[in-house]
């Protein structure tokens, strides 16, 4: 087994390699949330032996309502992101939305995530790969998995080597969101590290009025199904008191429910990835 990686903050990742992780709160919040968050996870993630990278955007700009949080912007997002970065020795993420945001974002963060529904802009994704950070796209939930290997040739393009993909579920009506868990076989043909992002995948867009619903239940079941199917990587959004969440609060996962999850879902990728099974047919 093996096959293209992608190095994040020393170690490889891809087809072979241990699952990584990114996860943290959907926005930045305040300064005791995110520590709270990136220490619980951190220590999760060392007991593990696992990469692990944390994710807060400074500013979210896909909100159901324009009266929703949407973060504290690029400079004071960024310093907060820096400081988590330098307390707990981690890797950070966050989503960038204009080709401006990409240079000074990547002065902290390691990753840059294309949000998903930016997926098709291509100014973005060149901005991005050209800072040299890796780069994670998110598959659009309009998007034919299929097409996502546009992306990573722009992105490859512009200079940017490595590349992830995410897959999020896609829209199914006007309510919900299904995963289709096909596209991770499809996606896999463009040579990049797999993300399953487990939280955005059980949505329920709109359907709280102002905000996003969701069904946090189901989370765990996708990730299993995820990490059978061969993704590389887990996404997940994580909270101290999820009911309290600036932002995503009816999908983010409670630090506690994480905390048995992911060793699950870590021995799952193990024994897939030590033995091995030729199922083509």
Known sequence: MGGPGVRIAGRETGPGRRLFLIAGPCVVEDRETMRRTAGFMAELAAK???LYVFKASYRKANRTSGASPSGPGLETGLEELSRIGAEFGLPVTTDIHESSEAAPASSVAEVLQIPAFLCRQTALIQAA??????????????MDPRLMAAAVDK?????GG????TERGSFFGYGDLVVDFRSLAVMRESGCPLVYDATHSVQ?????GN?????REYAGLLARAAVAAGADGLFLEVHP???RALSDRATMLSLETAGK?????????DFIRENPADLDV
């Open 261 to 269: 999850l992911v060793p699950e879902l870590v021995r799952l990728s």
């Open 162 to 165: 490595r590349v992830l993909l």
């Open 48 to 50: 593990l032996d696992i």
């Open 204 to 208: 329920a867009p709109g359907a709280a």
């Open 155 to 159: 992105a490859r393009a512009a200079g």
């Open 129 to 142: 790969a050209a800072t040299g950070r890796v780069v994670n796209i998110k598959k659009g939930q309009f």
């Open 241 to 243: 008191d999820p009911s």
């Open 211 to 215: 905000a996003s619903g969701g069904h």
